[in-house]
């Protein structure tokens, strides 16, 4: 028997490490760079709602998205061909403003124009038979730089005549986000640093006859006491880290002077693009300002190793669209990615594709959907609550015998704030008798049928999740049947079926004879006779309230049934395992007052 004691115990906390694995297996994932990055005989590179320009180079990049904003033939003609060092991000982000305000493309180096021939001279379709300029715009102090930038054709520049950008001139990662914006709206873009504001750039300001200024930097970058010497009024927009400064850039919105992105909650109504760029590879920022024509969007930031940042795939759900009654009703929301995999990775263009993927508005949340949030939150108290269960019984209640101390935590890791209730309720304050057949704790008949039907989930319930947890995992063998029997095929079918032949073998061979031969005082046989009929009766009820409700959910209440690696698989085997507990709870009573069950043991 002790060799079967043993063998109880290897087998429940293999269950309590696979019920455990998944929700951490979900953090894992969320934490670290997963997954495969596609090699090189990959068709392409873009996905459903991810369009990545694949070049490393500013100059190529610039090429191609320059043909996508204007792609030949389209009818889309410009005015002015910008061209820009490849190795200086001051003069680029400044001249992105030019975009806007000249209608131009802005290219890198000796990058060619849309429309350019294989010579690299310029067809006519590039500007539709139009005389297009071209302006060079070379190095030098950044702030005279972009000053001189700024006043270009400002007596006849209308785009926005009375704001200005100011950002740090040390940082590309802090300007880059400015310089999307100045790209878009034409907003002149001019630089300051920590010891203050240029005079190249206050004679900028009043140039351009600008009111106010927009100081698109931390004080890091720019100090308070720097921007003394504005002559206009002003006002500050910045985040804690680049990544956090670019997200918050996006959100930022002053509809008085029409300045801002104003992406800080879902539209319904209008489409939303945004640029995703390393914030290592300030030539990709510059590039992307050719895509602020029509496929206009805030430039957001990854991590330097390309990693996909909490904070800005956060954003990317909070500005998730939502459909109503068909995904075809749109909007469709769009990110850019500029550079390779090794710039910004395979996963973060995955997770950002599945974030502003367009959903049912009902299930829409900030990050999450609150179904998420709440299978997080309950998995995380399950996860806590078991191990504070799993010590307080060894110390505090030591003459509890091995199969409650066992039964306890694994129950509280699937019901997280009921099993723990349920556990505090069984012991808090309960008298302990001694009876012929051993000490017995004192409770009402609702607890004594709330404690049995506890020592069947706690064994069946967490053995069914553990099973499924596998299953999910390493997936169902193909089984066809045919004629009026091919819906038993189906992989949710034959996994509720294995889910629940396994889980009673298990519960009824592993725990529950050992068990009753302990506290009974019977041999093996009798045990497993009398254990039979208790596991039968209580796990065909809890299987019945808890497969239901897996069907119910994944089956009909959710768009997508949730993988190993969503934390909703979580939570719909949580709840699942719950109202299986609440339609075995009467049955159990019965169990209990014909005492097949006793509800009482220590």
């Keep these: 028997m002790d060799r079967w004691r043993s063998l109880a115990v290897v087998v429940a906390a293999l269950v309590a490490i696979l019920v ?36 490393t180079d500013p100059a190529a990049l610039s090429a191609d998205t320059a043909r996508a904003g204007r792609p030949p033939g389209a009818n889309l003609s410009y005015d002015t061909v910008v061209r820009v060092p490849e190795d200086d991000w001051q003069t680029g982000f400044a001249a992105s403003r030019l975009r806007a305000a000249s209608d131009a493309v802005v290219l890198a180096g000796d990058a060619p124009p849309p429309g350019a021939d294989a010579s690299g001279g310029e ?4 500007a539709e038979g139009a005389s297009v300029e071209t302006v060079t715009v070379s190095g030098g102090s950044p702030a005279e730089t972009a000053a001189e930038i700024a006043t270009r054709g400002s007596a006849a520049d209308d785009v926005s005549p009375n704001n200005v950008v100011i950002v740090g001139s040390e940082s590309s990662a802090w300007a880059a986000p400015a310089a999307a914006w100045s790209a878009y709206s034409g907003d002149p873009l001019l630089y300051a640093n920590q010891s203050g504001v240029p005079a190249a750039t206050r004679q900028a300001i009043a140039e351009v006859n600008a009111t106010h200024a927009y100081v698109l930097a931390p004080a890091s ?72 024509w029509g496929k206009a969007g805030p430039l957001l930031l990854t991590h330097a190793d390309g990693g996909l940042p909490a904070i800005t795939e956060n954003f990317l759900w909070r500005s998730q669209s939502a459909w109503f009654s068909t995904p075809a009703e749109g909007p469709f929301n769009h990110i850019f990615v500029a550079g390779t995999l090794d710039q910004v990775s395979w996963v973060s263009q995955a997770r950002g594709d599945y974030a502003v993927e367009i959903t049912p508005y009902r299930l829409q949340g900030a990050g999450m959907s609150p179904l998420d949030a709440l299978s997080a939150v309950w998995a995380a108290f399950g996860l806590l609550g078991a191990s ?14 091995r199969w409650t ?46 404690t049995a039907t506890a020592m069947g989930v706690g064994f069946a319930g967490t053995t069914m999740v553990a099973t499924a947890f596998l299953l999910t995992y390493f997936g169902m063998p193909m089984v066809v049947f045919g004629g009026r029997l091919f819906a038993l095929g189906s992989p ?15 519960s009824w061979v592993v725990f529950h004879i050992p068990m009753i031969a302990d506290s009974a005082g019977l041999d093996r046989g009798s045990a497993a006779r009398r254990g039979l009929f208790a596991v039968a009766v209580s796990m065909t009820s809890v299987s019945v309230g808890m497969m239901t409700m ?44 014909r005492n097949v069950k006793t509800g009482g043991a220590l």
């Design 20 to 55: 455990a694995a998944q929700p951490l297996y979900v953090v894992a994932l969320t934490l670290f760079d997963y997954g495969q990055t596609p090699d090189g005989e990959y068709a392409t590179m873009q996905t459903k709602d991810v369009s990545r320009f694949h070049a």
């Design 492 to 506: 949710m079918i034959l996994q509720m079926a294995v889910v629940y032949v396994v889980a009673f073998l298990v």
């Design 221 to 292: 970058q720019v100090p308070q006491e720097a921007l003394a010497d504005l002559d206009v009024s002003w006002t500050r927009v910045a985040g804690r880290t680049p990544q956090d400064h670019a997200v918050q850039v996006a959100k930022f919105r002053d509809e008085s002077r029409d300045f801002g992105w104003g992406m800080d909650q879902r539209d319904t109504v209008g489409y939303t693009n945004v640029m995703l760029v390393n914030p290592d590879r300030p030539g990709h920022a510059v590039a992307t300002s050719n895509l602020q």
């Design 405 to 450: 101390r066992m039964v306890w935590p694994l129950l509280t890791l699937v019901l997280g704030p009921v099993g723990l209730a349920l556990y505090w309720s069984a012991y808090r304050g309960r008298e302990v008798i001694q009876t012929e057949k051993g000490p017995r704790v004192v409770r009402p008949y609702w607890l004594r049928a709330a």
């Design 123 to 126: 067809n006519d379709t590039a």
């Design 388 to 401: 504070f269960v799993f010590v307080h019984a060894r110390r505090r209640l030591s003459r509890t015998n």
């Design 550 to 593: 897996m069907y119910v959910l994944m089956m009909v209440n959710l768009p997508m049934m949730p993988g190993d690696d969503s934390i909703l698989w979580y939570g719909v085997m949580a709840f699942s395992v719950l109202v299986g507990f609440a339609v075995a709870w009467p049955v159990n009573g019965l169990l209990v007052r």
